[in-house]
Each structure stands twice: as C-alpha cells, then as structure tokens.
C-alpha cells in the first residue's frame, strides 16, 4: 500500500507537468503509439476497426495500459489495482469523462469474485441481460478464441472482426447485445495486439473478457475498467 501511495502523491504532479510539457510525455506517448500502429499498418495490420461503434473501449484500454506500463507498479491487491487505474483515469480526462459512474470502487467483490472463478465467463452470461442467441454466439466465439491464440496478429485481428461484422449484421440481437459484446470484442483486440506488438504470447484472457461483459453492462467505461484490472491483477501475480 505504501509504494501505492507514493505513486499517488506524484501522479498529480505529473500530470501538471504533462500539461506544459504535454508533447514532451504523454502526447510523445500517444505518438509511439500512433507510429507503432502505422507501422504495424504498414507491415500488416493494426488494431482497430472503424466498423466497430464501440471500438474507443479498446484504444482506450490500450492508452491507460501504456501508462502504467510506465511505472514500477507490481501490487498483487485488486484494491490498489483500481485505486490506480480510477486515478489515472482522473489525471487523463482527455481518455475517459469523469464520474463516479465510472468509478470501480463499487465493483470490487464483483472483480474479486471473478479473478477466483474458473468459471466466469459462464456465471456472468447467465446472469448477464444479453438475449439467449446473443449470449449461445458469444460464448462460442470466446470457446473457440484458443485456437487462433499462437497465429499472426492478422489472423487474429481477421478472426475478431469478422465476428464483429456478424454481431453488426444479426436482426435477431438488440442494441443493448450488440453494445457489449462489441465493447468485449474491441478491447479483446487490441490487448492481442498490444501483446503480440511486445513479441508476447497472446493467451487468450477469458476472465478478463468475462469482466468486460460485467462491466460494459453498465457502460463502456467500466466494462475497459475492470478488464484492465483483471489483466493487471493477473499480469502481477507470480503464481499466474
């Protein structure tokens, strides 16, 4: 807690210095980032797909998880986890609004419940408010995400989005199904991407996707969130 703290003493002093020397830092983030994404455009593909209405849910997790990538933060706790994330979120308005709406605060027995639960992704469909059909398609498509894990980023990216493409083109699913899984599907895209742009496996996040759809039931913000929180969480814990 105490070197949670310690970042959080700074964090809104870095932020005052971003203001002035915003092209220096952060926007010289975003640039990295944006020339990664041209080159990957380039050589292959990037992450994106302006199809998606609902593809900023990616970017944006992708931006706050550079950010904390910047950092020595290592915490195992999912307290602190979000502690970080709804503080970054608040130091970066120009990524996500502020409100308490989107405060993660409220939801961590639900994250914690989640991250000790091998069966996730099944408790939060059933639960979830998703039509049966949308709920039956979502659940295979996440069931069969494994296989295409080890391939190229292109094939995964292929994969996602043309699912993407049938979700959009489904009569039969509501706009409330459509908004959440398109929110899970973006964000499942660009962690991919950011994995594979760091010569990473990509091992298919399926309690994290599981989050997403917690989350994004609610709204978008939350769904990227509590992704982000699992991933963390996950990504810190040695016995993972």
């Known amino acids: ?30 640039t990295e980032i944006a020339y990664l994404n041209e080159s990957a455009k380039k050589s292959g593909i990037g992450p994106g797909n302006s199809a998606n209405p609902f593809d900023t849910a990616g970017s944006m997790h992708n931006e706050i998880l550079e950010i904390i990538g910047d950092t020595d933060f290592n915490s195992q706790s999912i307290e602190e986890i979000a502690i970080l994330i709804d503080s970054v979120s608040a130091a970066h308005p120009e990524l996500i609004p502020l409100s308490s709406d989107y405060n993660l ?25 998703m039509g049966v059909s949308a709920k039956a398609s979502f659940i295979t498509f996440v069931n069969n995400l494994p296989l295409v894990a080890n391939d190229p980023y292109n094939n995964i990216h292929s994969v996602i989005v043309s699912y993407e493409a049938g979700v959009l083109a489904n009569t039969g699913f509501s706009g409330e199904d459509k908004r959440i899984i398109l929110t899970a599907t973006s964000i499942a895209r660009y962690a991919a991407y950011e994995k594979k742009r760091k010569d990473k496996d990509w091992e298919t996040n399926v309690t994290s996707i599981a989050a997403t759809v917690s989350g994004a039931e609610q709204n978008l913000i939350l769904g990227l969130k509590m992704a982000l929180t699992v991933e963390i969480y996950q990504s810190n814990d040695p016995t993972l």
């Open 105 to 129: 605060s409220g939801r961590l027995s639900e994250i914690t419940w989640i991250v000790n639960n091998g069966n996730a992704i099944n408790d939060v469909l059933t639960s979830c408010t």
């Open 1 to 30: 807690m105490k070197n949670l703290k310690v970042l959080l003493a700074i964090l809104p002093l870095f932020t005052v210095a971003c203001s002035d020397d915003y092209t220096g830092d952060y926007t010289g983030k975003t």
